[in-house]
């Protein structure tokens, strides 16, 4: 479970670091497009400047150490604004060597099994993530929002970025674990 939840964070950080500078997206799930940076995941890293405190958060949780993973995932990422919402000093803290664990549980927050695009998503779905919590899928519009097991509401900012290996979707807010 450790094993998969690293290939998963892995691709988190590749995505999150890459695609979003490398790819035109469409920022709600009724616009048609879709983009692709036509690379797998490894090959599309380190570019985004809206994931640093991602990128961070990742590399606290020793989540880096692999550049590739099979797939497919989908990926909630969140921006670093969205980590501006945690409260005062819950960053520090989560980035500390002793709150390892409980970074890794936020983090599988946001990865699920297989490719979901924005318009695959229906209101009232539930999702799985790779770490066994429940996501719920809200759509008003065109507009889609993920909502944690603690009742937590992130939208998506930027919806179905592809690359070979996966689909990322920027989320506006930190998704959290039940526990």
Request: one cysteine or more; hydrophobic letters at 40%; glycine letters at 10%.
């Amino acid at each position: 479970m450790l094993k998969h939840i690293r290939v998963c964070f892995t691709l988190v950080f590749v995505l999150a670091t890459g695609l979003f500078a490398t790819a035109q997206t469409a920022s709600t799930a009724s616009q048609p497009s879709v983009a692709s940076t036509g690379k797998d995941l490894a090959a599309s890293a380190m570019m985004s400047q809206d994931h640093t405190v991602l990128v961070q958060a990742l590399q606290a949780a020793g989540l880096t150490s692999q550049a590739k993973g099979a797939g497919p995932y989908t990926i909630f990422a969140p921006t670093n604004g969205a980590f501006g919402k945690l409260p005062s000093g819950a960053l520090e803290n989560l980035l500390k060597p002793s709150s390892k664990k409980q970074l890794t549980g936020i983090l599988a927050t946001h990865v699920v099994e297989g490719r979901v695009m924005a318009a695959d998503l229906q209101d009232g779905q539930t999702i799985k993530t790779v770490s066994g919590e429940t996501l719920t899928v809200s759509k008003q519009g065109g507009t889609v929002m993920i909502k944690d097991a603690k009742g937590g509401s992130a939208t998506v900012t930027k919806a179905d970025i592809q690359a070979t290996n996966g689909i990322v979707h920027s989320v506006d807010t930190v998704l959290m674990p039940s526990k």
